[in-house]
């Protein structure tokens, strides 16, 4: 098999199995961290298992490696089917896939190392960074060049989510790592509101637009129903683009920013309830009726759960934006919990769903396992509620502890059961990840041939 190869599907087939792999090494870390935080002395001091080391390889490598890959490997097969012409260069796909892996691999071993720019979401150094714009920069083309030879003239609303993601976060991506300057930062709190600009973006222009591609293109596919209105869908997106941007700075509203600015963030942060709701209705109209096709679909389940959570999110994040709500939630587990549904809960399970649908499509192979994949969703189910359940507590009893005046390292033993429940279920994930890498591998190697 050739490393960059022109074979049709063989992207979307290998953007699919690279982002199983690093939802397995992704949970690694993250139970690895989850034990670090239930016992500080479990790993000794050995310096590349160190929490904050570990803790920033899970959060990148499932980011910017497991939800955005596995969404892309899915839409770099709908797309060009929605514009009824083959992927331009699947040649140039393969290697934007490859640098992308190669990237998360310097950056995985460059973090474990102790070199870090020491932002959220923005860990990695400058070579990496520039490898993940030189991935974006690929597929920028490849996808422009698709769209520009597409038989279709008309562009369903996955398309226009899907090209959003590529643009946006590639055009954000130097702007947010402070790309001209090799250290990857800036001084002061402009560092701080550049930051927060890029960090909230890479999760509200990368990740969402590529699951609600998937979901606009995947819930009228299983129910056998047109789109309930192609009016709402681009609503959605617009509003989309026009509040999140802007929403970053609620995570400052105790930093010293212009006072417009924390205006703007937490009015925009309330205003993402019309997206939000536009795009659950748009779906959920659409199978309506049909729920019954939805649920007993593997990949339906995924969808439906992750639009869900969706729902939870959206009403989450304008909350805790009001600095009334803040008082309490803010540098609390509050924030890990709703980080956790929003990129696992939402855009995960939408993306394992997008997965399962398309990875016998591309392979031309039956799914390995279906009960497999069954336990899975059960087991992330479990495991990202729990999470939600415990740290949402957990960050309760945090803040109000704060907020009346007690010390942080007295609240430490407040917290510790919840840490030990977080490992716990951690587990749940683990095994989750692992065992969806092995039926994927099997689907592709051993699964039965689909008759053409």
Request: a positive charge; charged letters at 10%; one cysteine or more.
């Amino acid at each position: 098999m050739k490393l960059i190869s022109n074979e049709q599907q063989s992207a979307a087939r290998a953007f699919l199995v690279s982002g199983m792999v690093w939802m397995a090494v992704g949970a690694t870390f993250g139970l690895l961290g989850g034990m670090a935080l239930a016992a500080p002395e479990v790993f000794g001091n050995v310096p590349w298992l160190t929490f904050g080391r570990v803790r920033a390889a899970h959060i990148n490598l499932v980011v910017v490696g497991f939800v955005p890959m596995a969404l892309l490997g899915a839409g770099l097969h709908f797309v060009p089917a929605l514009l009824r012409t083959r992927l331009y260069s699947e040649r140039m796909a393969n290697g934007a896939m490859w640098v992308w892996n190669a990237a998360l691999l310097l950056g995985t071993i460059t973090l474990l190392l102790g070199h870090s720019q020491a932002r959220e979401y923005a860990d990695y150094i400058w070579p990496v960074d520039a490898l993940i714009v030189l991935a974006f920069v690929l597929l920028l083309y490849d996808l422009g060049m698709t769209m520009a030879r597409r038989q279709e003239p008309l562009m369903y609303v996955s398309v226009w989510y899907f090209a959003a993601a590529v643009v946006v976060t590639g055009s954000l991506f130097p702007l947010g790592n402070a790309m001209w300057n090799w250290n990857g930062a800036m001084s002061g709190v402009m560092d701080a509101i550049l930051l927060w600009f890029y960090g909230h973006n890479v999760v509200g222009l990368l990740l969402t637009p590529l699951a609600i591609a998937a979901a606009y293109y995947l819930v009228p596919v299983i129910t056998k129903r047109p789109l309930y209105s192609h009016t709402l869908s681009l609503v959605g997106f617009w509003t989309l683009l026009g509040f999140y941007t802007h929403i970053g700075g609620h995570h400052l509203l105790q930093a010293p920013i212009p006072a417009w600015l924390k205006v703007i963030s937490v009015i925009d942060s309330v205003m993402m309830m019309i997206p939000v709701l536009v795009v659950l209705i748009n779906l959920w109209l659409t199978a309506r009726g049909r729920y019954g096709e939805l649920l007993t679909d593997l990949s339906g389940r995924f969808i439906f759960l992750g639009t869900v959570n969706y729902l939870v999110v959206g009403i989450q994040g304008p909350l805790q934006s009001l600095p009334s709500v803040q008082r309490v939630t803010h540098f609390t587990n509050w924030t890990v919990a709703h980080a956790h549904l929003a990129v696992l809960g939402f855009a995960g399970m939408i993306g394992l769903g997008a997965l399962w649908y398309t990875l016998p499509r591309v392979c031309g192979r039956l799914l390995w396992s279906e009960k497999l994949a069954n336990l899975q969703f059960w087991l992330v189910f479990v495991g990202v509620w729990a999470f939600m359940l415990i740290l949402t507590a957990g960050g309760v009893v945090q803040g109000n502890a704060w907020i009346n005046g007690e010390t942080v390292y007295r609240t430490v033993p407040m917290i510790a059961p919840y840490m030990q429940l977080r490992a716990l279920f951690g587990v749940t994930i683990l095994l989750a990840a692992y065992l969806g890498l092995y039926n994927v591998l099997m689907t592709i190697y051993k699964g039965k041939r689909i008759e053409r």
